[in-house]
């Protein structure tokens, strides 16, 4: 196990090993995108219009939120964290834009964007700032929050709720417009996901990263400042939690105090799903997006194939188990064929 | 992750068990001094009939995530438990023994598969049991889809909830107490015990000091799968409703009380009486701020900021007593010791 995770954290290195190591982890992303392939096929044989225009704009649109939240999630599990307020930062974030344009209705989109990226990072921080301060377990703090935050936005938005018609055009527009087929809000979060894909790849921030999930004690040794990076994970998680809001209440209009509730396993299980280890150290934002939209495409092909839609929630999990089963299958391989390397020479 | 620093922080609160005891005596008394009903025994009624299924789940799973271990599956056992005890009825067993053993032995199977994914695949718990909350709770509406099944003979929904004679206090808390003897005494007298809180501090020390630590964490699932049956059981006959939703969220209440209660996510440190309490304090709580007509989102607030606290106060304290310590040591020998662990150096 030791021997993957300090290899993946280092793929400068072009040793045999570290070869391997990450051939294996794209062979795990493109097993995400076969499924995805497989699902999508048997659905369309089933039933092409699966594959029309609409049904390709709506499937998308559904899973760029879970993407998005996904993306911020992986890079803080990643670190061996977790964040579980995503669900409600999402919900204070959408309800937030909503009263914001309520009070002022010719507020410039951007505006309303950018005030909920900077709210989702504040709390973002509340979240890095308990754990990287006082040095406690983000499982428990961030259960913590997700109550906090959650009791916040029902405090304030004490049973109104925001309708369509409060908000301007030109926001629920960007909820539903396409460029070439594409709905904008998925740009948003493609751009997202490059952004958030290349710095971990690319960035020394992004490696360490992954050295600290690997093993924070060693990373601290050897001088990476883990308690900033997981500061900034979190406040990365909570940014992007923040703009998911925009996009939830520019993509549905209509928006009461439970927007998201409850997401935040979903999210969690999509991270998993797409290969990202959940003690930390390895996979990718791309497999975590991934894994949110196989998560996403499984909901709306089940009806499709005739299947009863009560069924989704238990494939989900079948899913999950899965995934983690087979990571670790895979991990064991890795590890035998690597200490077979170093015993040979 | 054993913490030394928090056997410190012990010494500064006495003992975390007792803030918790203390805060629900404080919480009672000024209730029912301040607020009016909170004194009544109908007030008390309510409380244990709330805490009866949290507290059915919290004693397992005290000693799951002693272990350090998780099972975040038990809201969904509970619900998948529901479903089954309404679709028997709706297939006409008029049992009720019948009707809990099978839940039960249900409850059990369902906790064996998460024991099996984590000690037999060598699976994280918290990934395991994060999928069987999806697949169990996808099985429950997959069985009932969102019809409720309502229609139980008055004997099994007043049989639950009846009062224990002479009282107002309904007799299953007393299930709950002498299951919680049980638990405490094997959990702090016993051998079996300590190798709980041994494999929690060092899963591999545990192993070489010859305990079996995969087949006691196993059925440690299967027990934790057994109650959170039980807990379902009483769930659908207290509100008279088997729906495929029951005990939605549930997990993270039971969760947030284990670690209120004193208990380490990382395992190998806690204590059941301080989980009771907080079992108990949650609840209690909550009725007394309904009955002063605050809203049920502040508790919301309040539940979330208790569970923070509850990690970050002791956690703060222990680290300021030790850089006294740390400045009082300056001058004398190097004192090595003091460093608790490589982790609390920056």
Known sequence: ?345 | MADPTATRVRSVFGSWDAVVLLALVLVAVVGAVTVDGAASPRFWRFVTLEAIPIALIALPLTLVVITGEIDLSVASVLGLTCVTVGQLWLWGVTSLPLVIAVAVVLGALLGAINGLFVTGFGLPSLAVTIGTLALYRGLAYVVLGDRAVANYPQSWTTGAIRPIPGTVIPWMILVVGALAVVVGLVLHATPIGRSLYAMGNNAEAARFSGISVGRTKFWLFVVTGAMSALAGVFWTLRFASARADNGTGLELAVVAAVLLGGVSIFGGRGALLGVLAAVALLGTLRNVLQLAYVPANTLTIVTGSLLIASVVGPNLAGRARERLRRRRAIGGPPVTTATPNPGEET
């Open chain 1, 1 to 345: 196990m030791t021997a993957v995770e300090a290899t993946t954290a280092r793929p400068a290195r072009t040793s045999g090993g570290a070869r391997l190591v990450n051939r294996v982890f794209l062979v795990r992303e493109l097993g995400i995108l076969l499924a995805l392939g497989l699902l999508v096929a048997v659905t369309a044989i089933a039933n092409p219009r699966f594959l029309g225009a609409q049904s390709i704009k709506d499937l998308l649109l559904g899973s760029t939120i879970l993407a998005i939240l996904a993306v911020g999630q992986a890079v803080v599990v990643i670190t061996r964290n977790v964040d579980l307020s995503v669900g409600s930062i999402l919900g204070l974030s959408a309800f937030a834009t909503g009263s914001l344009f309520v009070a002022s209705p010719g507020l410039p989109i951007p505006v309303a964007v950018l005030v909920g990226l900077v709210l989702g990072a504040i709390c973002g921080a509340v979240n890095g700032g308990l754990i990287a301060a006082a040095r406690v377990p983000a499982l428990v703090v961030t259960l913590g929050t997700l109550y906090v935050f959650r009791g916040i936005d029902y405090r304030w938005a004490g049973g109104r709720q925001i309708n369509a018609a409060d908000m301007p055009d030109g926001f629920l527009r960007l909820g539903n417009d396409t460029v070439l087929g594409i709905p904008l809000l998925t740009l948003v979060a493609v751009v997202v996901l490059v952004v958030a894909g290349f710095y971990l790849r690319s960035y020394r921030g992004g490696r360490e990263l992954y050295a600290i999930g690997s093993d924070p004690d060693a990373a601290r040794l050897s001088g990476i400042p883990v308690g900033r990076r997981v500061f900034f994970a979190f406040v990365a998680s909570g940014a992007l939690a923040g703009l998911a809001g925009v996009l939830h209440a520019a993509r549905f209009g209509t928006l009461d105090a439970n927007a998201g509730i409850n997401s935040e396993l979903n999210v969690v299980a999509a991270v998993v799903v797409g290969g990202v280890a959940i003690f930390g150290g390895s996979g990718s934002v791309y497999g975590a997006a991934l894994g949110a939209v196989l998560l996403t495409t499984i909901a709306s092909a089940l009806p499709v194939l005739g299947i009863n839609p009560f069924w989704q929630r238990a494939a989900v999990g079948a899913l999950i188990l899965a995934a983690i089963g087979l990571d670790r299958a895979l991990a064991i391989r890795v590890a035998r064929r690597l200490r077979g390397r170093s015993s040979h020479g």
